[in-house]
């Protein structure tokens, strides 16, 4: 099946610091990947969809300075959460579609983020 | 009201039960469906992708849609303590460029 890749799993920084998330798909080419947000016992929230080669596009009330998406290749996506602070912390998801739009998203085991 | 509603739970059965997680949905543009299992701390696994309305079997899993009830289903025959998890619910329509609108998760517990 599917398999999509993220690093790092799990990430503590000082605040302040700029934290880089990779989300790559392994066996498949990812013309959209989808970054999410998760808080303990929520569900998934939508922070933007990446896709290759354009700007992403973010949805409201997350902060496109804060946080910085990069979809440089069909099988490579970056967030980098710039100047983190504790409010940040949190459980940091991706996903992608293969180029058939029909096809489901395969997710990513998540990078937990703690920002001390 | 949300597009998508799905019953939190949590749910707890006795092993070897069946168990059965609904979805509702108000939007008649979803066309794909399709149901995650998440452990803790991990990522959303895809269990069942169906599109349009019938049933899909993939060994212990049955997914059912009904789109005239605007209503999908995931049965899951004699579960194992393995699949308690959160069960996310998840349809998306053919444009919309290709998001997905997700339930809140429904958490069961399978008890040995």
């Known amino acids: 099946g599917a398999v999509v890749s993220q690093h790092p799993s799990w990430v503590i920084c000082k605040s302040g610091t700029s934290v880089k998330i990779e989300c790559r798909s392994l066996?498949?080419?990812?013309?959209?990947m989808f970054w999410y947000r998760q808080f303990p016992k929520q569900s998934l929230m939508l922070m933007a969809t990446s896709n290759e080669g354009s700007k992403a596009t973010y949805e409201q009330g997350v902060e496109k300075d804060k946080f910085l998406i990069n979809h440089a290749s069909l099988t490579l996506s970056t967030l980098t959460v710039t100047s983190a602070h504790p409010e940040d912390s949190s459980f940091y998801i991706c996903?992608?579609?293969?180029?058939?739009?029909?096809?489901?998203?395969?997710f990513g085991d998540g990078t937990r983020l703690s920002i001390l | 009201q949300k597009e998508v509603e799905q019953d939190p739970g949590p749910l707890s059965v006795p092993e070897g039960a069946i168990v059965s997680l609904n979805c509702t949905y108000s939007?008649?543009?979803?066309?794909?469906f399709m149901w995650y299992r998440q452990y803790s701390r991990k990522g959303p696994e895809l269990l069942m992708y169906?599109?349009?309305?019938g049933n899909k079997e993939d060994g212990r899993f049955t997914a059912q849609v009904d789109k005239s009830s605007k209503y999908i289903s995931l049965f899951i025959r004699d579960s194992q303590p393995s699949d308690s998890a959160t069960y996310l619910c998840?349809?998306?329509?053919?444009?919309?460029?290709?998001?997905?609108?997700f339930g809140d998760g429904t958490t069961l517990t399978v008890k040995p």
């Open positions: 996903s992608a579609k293969d180029l058939t739009a029909t096809q489901p998203q395969h």
């Open positions: 939007n008649s543009a979803f066309q794909y």
């Open positions: 998840a349809m998306s329509a053919r444009t919309n460029a290709g998001k997905s609108t």
């Open positions: 169906t599109y349009s309305s």
């Open positions: 066996d498949f080419q990812a013309t959209t």
